[in-house]
């Protein structure tokens, strides 16, 4: 997702995690949002190899 | 003589001979916190009346003829992220002061008490450990002792603080993304980020559970020692914790750096900062004889990995309190866990991915490498309430995050890491992070043990 988020964007996403957020939180909360959206394309850009796992893991 | 500058082996040497009450060196920081702690702010808490009743307990067991262990009577306090018996785990937020008291000491806790040390209070953090500047809106900022007008650094500005100030000489503190060493740098003391899963996080409030790591500050490398080799171990109280025995890097002190392989990080790590922040690398490197430069894979996307990581887990831990409590945050804390709570669960995992990648990409660095040298810190401590944003050659960034740029790449993978201190009388202190492959903490304590006897680093008491 390359177009930057708005706070109409935020304010539907926050509504689908049942997560209220005041109204003058929205506008920090874009600009945070949008920082971490532009680190998680960093990570997506770089092609990992298809056998990579997640690197936590579970002993049952 | 005990005074502000005695260090934490010198004061239990003291105390188990006999020479010096144990009452009387914990009145002594008492007396420290009360005359100066109202204008650093590192204590939330000082809990006089239970120090001094374990200080007369230790001056029994001395009467007694027992060794009351390694840290006998040394005064010690702890970031307000552990929980302490009878003391409400704040966490640096208003919401959590609500709780009731915590029912038992954190562990690591537990064991600096076992080995001798006298819990003197507990100190100021970022709200939730989410942050680098110790500017905490609940119980205000804590000032470097160094220079008041500016940061202590965070998570741990109140651990590092305290230390700088010569009010007690040994404290524990949390690092996440740089919390023990970004504060440790910047007010110019030792700290000590161990291998992750070397020390347990039982009875620690959470950030982020894929890179919590608690450690110790101290004013020299034996006290550092001592106090990691108190607190490192198994613990099955903690899911994370490793059942590989520590080793004991008291006895690594000293020792030969002869072979050891000692080389400087390249590229991401010379980039985007101060002269001065490189020049303190470039002078430890000089001074070890590294010349050689090596370069860890990606590592920008490792920081930006372990943000997205970072924020994730830790919006999923405060989940209930965002949604019932917001007004109630920090609001540095709250905008940034509500803007992580709508990320996609994909993010999240494709950042693991990356980790796990990452991981076996920097084991193999570490296959002809033994310590790294990297600079801890971008710049010396920000002024408190600095602009939200800073510029740094041609980039504009931002000056609370960027103080993570160096730290971040390497919690990520849990390497142990070292701050050493460079304190210039009438300049600011740089830290230099030596890094080391997991578990091996004992190379970093020889090499700090010699660059400290050299002279060229060290942490004076801040007057």
């Known amino acids: 997702m390359d177009i930057p988020l708005t706070e109409t964007d935020v304010e539907r996403l926050a509504a689908e995690v049942g997560l209220p957020i005041a109204p003058a ?23 990992l190899p298809d056998q990579t796992e997640p690197a936590p893991r579970f002993e049952p | ?41 590192a204590f939330t808490s000082v809990l006089s009346e239970r120090a001094q009743a374990d200080a007369a307990a230790i001056d029994r067991r001395v009467a007694a003829g027992q060794n009351p262990g390694p840290l006998a009577g040394v005064p010690v306090a702890v970031k307000n992220l552990f929980d302490v018996a009878g003391l409400v ?102 700290g000590l980020k161990p291998t992750f899963g070397r020390v347990s996080r039982a009875g620690v409030v959470p950030l982020a559970w894929s890179f919590d790591h608690v450690g110790p500050f101290a004013r020299d490398v034996a006290d550092l020692a001592a106090a990691f080799d108190a607190i ?43 002269d001065a922040a490189l020049a303190a690398v470039a002078r430890v490197a000089t001074a070890l004889g590294a010349r050689r430069e090596v370069t860890l894979p ?75 040298l990297a600079p801890t810190t971008p710049w010396e401590a920000p002024a408190i309430g600095a602009p939200w944003t800073t510029r740094i050659g041609d980039a504009e960034v931002v000056t609370r995050g960027h103080l993570g740029v160096f730290t971040q790449p390497l919690s990520f993978i849990g390497l142990p890491v070292l701050s050493v201190p460079i304190v210039t009388p009438g300049a600011l202190p740089h830290g230099v992070q030596l890094v080391a492959a997991p578990w091996n903490e004992a190379a970093l304590f020889r090499v700090a043990a010699r660059l400290e006897a050299d002279g060229v680093v060290g942490a004076p008491v801040a007057m």
Not at chain 2, 31 to 36: F, G, L, S, V
């Open chain 2, 298 to 372: 990606e590592p920008h996307r490792a920081r930006a990995a372990a943000q997205v990581i970072t924020a994730a887990e830790g919006s999923a831990y405060h989940h209930e309190r965002l949604r019932a409590r917001a007004a109630d945050f920090d609001p540095m804390t709250r905008d940034r866990l509500l803007a992580a709570a709508l990320l996609p669960a994909g993010a999240y995992l494709r950042a693991q991915r990356y980790r796990a990648w990452f991981r076996g990409r920097v084991a193999e660095v570490f296959r002809d490498v033994d310590v790294l």
């Open chain 1, 25 to 47: 939180s929205r506008a920090a909360v874009v600009v945070h949002l949008n920082a971490l959206l532009a680190a998680a394309r960093l990570v997506d850009e770089f092609a």
């Open chain 2, 89 to 190: 785990t704040l966490a640096g937020s208003k919401i959590n002061a609500g709780d009731p008291p915590a029912a038992r000491d954190a562990s690591a806790v537990a064991r600096l008490r076992a080995a001798g040390a006298v819990l003197v209070g507990a100190l100021n953090m970022d709200e939730y450990a989410y942050g680098f500047t110790t500017e905490n809106t609940h119980y205000g900022p804590t000032r470097n002792p160094r220079d008041p007008s500016r940061v202590a650094g965070g998570s741990s500005g109140g651990p590092a603080a305290a230390v700088a100030a010569g009010l007690v000489p040994l404290t524990l503190g949390t690092d996440t993304n740089g919390s023990i060493r970004v504060p440790a740098a910047l007010c110019g003391v030792f």
């Open chain 2, 232 to 274: 490192a171990g198994p613990d099955a109280l903690d899911p994370a914790c490793s059942t590989r025995p520590a080793a004991t890097c008291s006895a690594e002190l000293g020792g030969s750096l002869e072979g050891l392989r000692i080389a400087i990080a390249g590229g991401h790590f010379g980039r985007l900062a101060t």
């Open chain 2, 1 to 41: 003589m005990i005074d502000a500058g005695t260090s934490a082996l010198a004061i239990a040497a003291a105390v188990r001979d006999g020479k010096v009450s144990c009452r009387d060196v914990v009145a002594a920081a008492l007396e420290r916190i009360a005359r100066r702690d109202a204008g650093i702010n």
